[in-house]
């Protein structure tokens, strides 16, 4: 099984490459993992910020566990903007029959900051970016693979990352 792991920082292009990297691949599932917690269901539970992003990691890893028993699929492909440490977390999931493989999405700052596809952010969302790059989740060291995806369409950054795949599938 392969887990591979679509990182960048907010409006990189995550989801839009992710749904249209799935068409491609046999086998496969996708799962966003915003979707693991509603903003309502996060402030039914009285949850900070900080604890909506690990509710939802923890919901994150119960699926993959029960896809790696269930042998369901031969991929699982997710995105989420990871740090050092979820990346260390996310490494044991591997073993004789699975990799972990960490896929950055890194357009440049100014195209990132702006409204892309059907996306409109707001104030918010664009400080996030700003502080996503202070921190380094455009570039981290653990990736196994780095796009600027700043010139080039989601199409063409979903066939940079199946080329990458099937190196890895062979």
């Known amino acids: 099984m392969l887990i591979v792991n679509i990182n960048g ?3 990189s292009g995550k989801t839009t490459t ?5 068409k491609e691949l046999d086998n496969a599932l996708f799962i966003e993992v915003d979707d693991l917690l509603s903003d309502d269901e996060q402030n039914k539970l009285g949850l900070s910020m900080e604890d909506g992003w690990s509710e ?9 566990c029960r896809e790696k028993l269930n042998k369901n699929y031969g991929i699982i492909i997710f995105t989420y903007p990871i740090t050092a440490n979820l990346y260390e977390e996310w490494k044991k999931w591997e073993d004789e029959g699975t990799r972990f493989i960490n896929i950055t999405l890194s357009p440049r700052l100014d195209i990132c900051v702006q409204n892309r596809g059907n996306r409109i952010l707001d104030e918010w969302e664009v400080a996030r970016i700003k502080q996503m790059y202070l921190e380094n989740y455009h570039c981290p060291n653990f990736s196994d693979l780095i796009i600027d995806n700043s010139e080039q369409t989601p199409e063409q950054t979903k066939n940079n990352i199946l080329s990458f795949l099937r190196s890895i599938i062979k």
Do not use: E, F, G, Y
């Open 56 to 64: 939802r990691t923890k919901r994150l890893n119960s699926i993959v």
């Open 18 to 22: 992710s749904k249209l990297l799935i």
């Open 9 to 11: 920082p907010i409006n």
